[in-house]
Antibody, heavy 123, light 106 residues
Framework: QVTLKESGPGILQPSQTLSLTCSFS??????????VGWIRQSSGKGLEWLAN???????YYNPSLKNRLTISKDTSNNQAFLKITNMDTADTATYYCARVHTMGITPYYFDYWGQGVMVTVSS | DTVLTQSPALAVSPGERVTISCRASESVSTGMHWYQQKPGQQPKLLIY???NLESGVPARFSGSGSGTDFTLTIDPVEADDTATYFCQQSWNDPFTFGSGTKLEIK
């Protein structure tokens, strides 16, 4: 059974760095082909893909945010992480981690999602 | 970026057939996927690769299309299908989502 769960600070101030953790079970990020992604959802911008990290440590970022994002993983503890620097009120959103399905003819969809963590940026 | 355009809202009665559309600003081949999101919940995968039903999803849901025009069909609609439905493309970089279609069951 695949499960994912996000954790984060809940609230932070503008200009601070957001650190998020995705703890998962039912698969391993050390297994060939596995990939975990981060997506956020805000009332202003809807669903927005942020970044993916692969089993081999390849990383892909949304170009619109690339300079602010860092994705990483700890395979021994089944966790993935996302850092976003220089947070702004516009970054207020629910942040999800999800497993990326990478096999088949038309891959790269999110087959399992965490419940999401709400992050509010406010002074 | 590939822009995905969806109608904002639809209202149908139980037992009816409903089609939800998603139009891409450029071709995404069959790299289109559909999700259902109920209030307070995370998105749930329904359809992948434009027309493939995810395991465990009722056969009332189906998807079609290729290139730039895609459709999610629910037939027949049930009261529990009240939700927002999103399309997502994975053919072009970066992955993008539609803004969602809110489905109301009368």
């Amino acid at each position: 059974q695949v499960t994912l769960k996000e954790s984060g600070p809940g609230i932070l101030q503008p200009s601070q760095t957001l650190s998020l953790t995705c703890s998962f079970s039912g698969f391993s990020l050390s297994t060939y082909g596995m990939c975990v992604g981060w997506i956020r959802q805000s009332s202003g911008k809807g669903l927005e893909w942020l970044a993916n990290i692969w089993w081999n440590d390849d990383k892909y970022y949304n170009p619109s945010l690339k300079n602010r994002l860092t994705i990483s993983k700890d395979t021994s503890n089944n966790q993935a992480f996302l850092k976003i620097t220089n947070m702004d009120t516009a970054d207020t959103a629910t942040y999800y981690c999800a497993r990326v399905h990478t096999m088949g003819i038309t891959p790269y969809y999110f087959d399992y999602w965490g419940q999401g963590v709400m992050v509010t940026v406010s002074s | 970026d590939t822009v995905l355009t969806q109608s904002p809202a639809l209202a149908v009665s139980p037992g009816e057939r409903v089609t939800i559309s998603c139009r891409a600003s450029e071709s995404v081949s069959t790299g289109m996927h559909w999700y259902q999101q109920k209030p307070g919940q995370q998105p749930k995968l329904l359809i992948y690769g434009a027309s493939n039903l995810e395991s465990g999803v009722p056969a009332r849901f189906s998807g079609s299309g290729s290139g730039t025009d895609f459709t999610l069909t629910i037939d027949p609609v049930e009261a529990d299908d009240t939700a927002t439905y999103f399309c997502q493309q994975s053919w072009n970089d970066p992955f993008t989502f539609g803004s969602g279609t809110k489905l109301e069951i009368k």
